[in-house]
């Protein structure tokens, strides 16, 4: 992967563009025209393409081979690109849509509509929007998307400065990075090995780098994009950032990150959420949670309508089999011994691991769902007797087990960072929580 970076200083010549973006632009040739935007000069002044010149793939690829004097991406448009009115009526039509998301930006729909219908999109931010359009309309609808939440949670927030505007631009942009990636590998999921998950977990850095060489808006924008996947309590990635070293606006844009993800499960979305976002204490602003939990208060009390094809059994020998992965790593990590830590800061390693695995285990146990399902097996109930703590069981087995990988692989990251030898111990702490299965004890 070729990440973006700015030319030498004193003009020098731009680096080669990525060749996943040259991947996705091509394709969104076969439908799109590209456009030179300004002349386009390699790096010893000679012209190679004039203002308003069409760029065919093949251009497009012999320009990509040069050495240019500004990044392709600052010199090229598509015509008939992603404007802002486009992304007002994507708006629009997402809430028109889905219920649960009209509830969510609620009255606020009309103000969020003129701060969409009046923000200025940048080339780069028309250029990439516009590919992503073309090529992956899902992606494009969850930048909308999270434009739309970030937008309308700067605009109900009376306590902090964060600007609506720079909101909605982290929102739209916050993925960008992604289009620098690999496309040949699966993206997100469960199927995602350590190696593909160190490759993502460079993406927030890299769209942070794209959107402050390419654009011109504030500073708080490219930092809330490379935030996006902080967590307050520093469990996030790709600096584990925690606290006050994270901006206001990357505060609010991890917290719609994560709202956005749920909201791709098609039942009982606010239930979802509510626990989702509140599964670990001190992940998430608390401030923030309660403005983006207010709206859906009423949703809460609706009957929960687990789907026909729910399984008893299998919901619970999964959160069964989860918790006890769970506790192989910790113990696994308990008997990491203070003789096998040779390395300089191996240590802090296994010190953020425990720390980490500890408040997973303590999350879980503040559902209450292990004392309630072993008292009420007793009783012999039964789904369509109490959904709604079925559902809370799925829905806390999920967020227990994607925060176990993402500790897998987050703690994977920094070992990338240090030289062998690693802890038998601390490596069995690790398979523990990246599988689905449980493991033995040994």
């Not at 996943?20 to 190679?48: K, M, W, Y």
């Not at 969020?112 to 992606?139: D, G, N």
Request: net charge negative.
């Amino acid at each position: 992967m070729i990440l973006p970076a700015r030319g030498p200083a004193g003009g020098g010549p731009s680096p080669p563009t990525s060749e996943p973006f040259l991947a996705a632009l091509a394709i969104a040739s076969e439908s799109l025209t590209v456009r030179a935007l300004d002349d386009i000069f390699d790096a010893a002044g000679v012209l190679l393409v004039s203002r308003e010149h069409e760029l065919p793939v093949a251009v497009q690829q012999r320009l990509a081979r040069r050495h240019l004097a500004r990044p392709m991406e600052a010199c090229i448009g598509i015509d008939g690109g992603v404007t802002a009115l486009d992304i007002e009526a994507a708006a629009v039509a997402m809430c028109q849509g889905s219920a649960f998301l009209a509830l969510l930006v609620g009255a606020d729909l009309a103000r969020l509509q003129a701060l969409l219908r009046s923000m200025w999109l940048s080339p780069f931010a028309s250029l990439v929007l516009s590919v992503q359009r073309a090529v992956k309309a899902e992606t494009f609808e969850h930048a909308v998307l999270c434009a739309m939440l970030a937008g309308t949670l700067a605009l109900r927030d009376k306590r902090s400065a964060v600007s609506p505007e720079s909101a909605v631009h982290a929102g739209l942009l916050h993925d960008v990075g992604e289009m620098y990636l690999n496309p040949d590998k699966p993206g997100h999921g469960s199927g995602m090995d350590t190696d593909r998950w160190v490759e993502m977990a460079q993406h927030p850095e890299v769209g942070a780098r794209l959107i402050e060489q390419f654009t011109e808006g504030p500073s708080e924008v490219w930092r809330a994009v490379h935030e996006h996947h902080e967590r307050l309590d520093g469990s996030g990635y790709p600096r584990g950032l925690g606290g006050d070293a994270m901006s206001p606006l990357g505060r609010l844009l991890s917290l719609v990150e994560a709202v956005c993800g749920i909201l791709r499960a098609p039942d009982n979305q606010g239930r979802r959420v509510k626990l989702a976002v509140s599964f670990v204490a001190g992940e998430f602003d608390p401030h923030l949670v309660s403005i983006m939990l207010a709206p859906i208060g009423a949703s809460l009390a609706a009957k929960v309508a687990l789907p026909a094809s729910f399984d008893e059994a299998a919901a619970l020998e999964r959160a069964r089999s989860i918790r006890q992965c769970l506790d192989v790593a910790s113990h696994h990590l308990d008997h990491v011994t203070p003789a096998s830590l040779t390395v300089d800061k191996m240590d802090g390693v296994v010190a953020f691991a425990r720390r980490h695995v500890a408040r997973l285990a303590l999350s879980w146990a503040a559902t209450g769902i292990d004392t309630y399902f072993a008292f009420n097996r007793c009783l012999s109930s039964s789904p369509g007797e109490d959904e709604a703590s079925y559902l809370d069981l799925e829905v806390a087995s999920r967020e227990l087990k994607w925060r176990m990988r993402s500790l897998a692989r987050h703690v994977g990251l920094m070992l990338r960072n240090l030289p062998p030898p690693i802890p038998d111990t601390l490596m069995a702490a690790m398979a523990a929580l990246d599988r689905d299965s449980s493991p033995p004890v040994q």
